[in-house]
C-alpha cells in the first residue's frame, strides 16, 4: 500500500510562516494530482491547494496570495508554504496524492493522517 505523512504542523502566530511537507512512500508508480485540505473544528473538509504532476496549481480563494503548493516529483513530496498565516487558517491539514501503482492501474485517492496548525492571535 501507499502511506502519505505530513510533517510541518505546528503553533504560530498570525503573521507568521509554517512549511508543510507531505512524503509518500510504497509501490507507486506514478503520483498525479496532490494536494491539502483542511478541516476546522465543526467545519467540512475543504480544499487549498492542488497541484498537477506538470505543475499546474489551483488555490482556495481564501488562501490566494498567502499560500504556496509545490512538489519535488523525484522525492514523491509535496510541499505547503503558508504565509501571513491568520487565526481562521487554523484546521487539520490532510495530504491528498492521486496515486497509480501500476501502469495499468487507474488512480486512487490517498490522505494522509493530518497536521494540526494552529494560528493564535
Known amino acids: 500500500q501507499v502511506q502519505l505523512v505530513e510533517s510541518g504542523g505546528g503553533l504560530v502566530q498570525a503573521g507568521g510562516s509554517l512549511r508543510l511537507s507531505c512524503a509518500a512512500s510504497g509501490s507507486i508508480f506514478r503520483l498525479n494530482v496532490m494536494g491539502w485540505y483542511r478541516q476546522a473544528p465543526g467545519k467540512q473538509r475543504e480544499l487549498v491547494a492542488v497541484i498537477a504532476s506538470g505543475g499546474v496549481t489551483n488555490y482556495a480563494d481564501s488562501v490566494k496570495g498567502r499560500f504556496s503548493i509545490s512538489r519535488d516529483n523525484a522525492k514523491n513530496t509535496v510541499y505547503l508554504q503558508m504565509n501571513s498565516l491568520k487565526p481562521e487558517d487554523t484546521a487539520v491539514y490532510y495530504c491528498?496524492?492521486?496515486?497509480?501503482?501500476?501502469?495499468?492501474?487507474?488512480?486512487?485517492?490517498?490522505w494522509g493522517q493530518g497536521t494540526q496548525v494552529t494560528v493564535s492571535s
Open positions: 491528498s496524492a492521486d496515486v497509480q501503482v501500476a501502469v495499468t492501474s487507474s488512480n486512487y485517492r490517498n
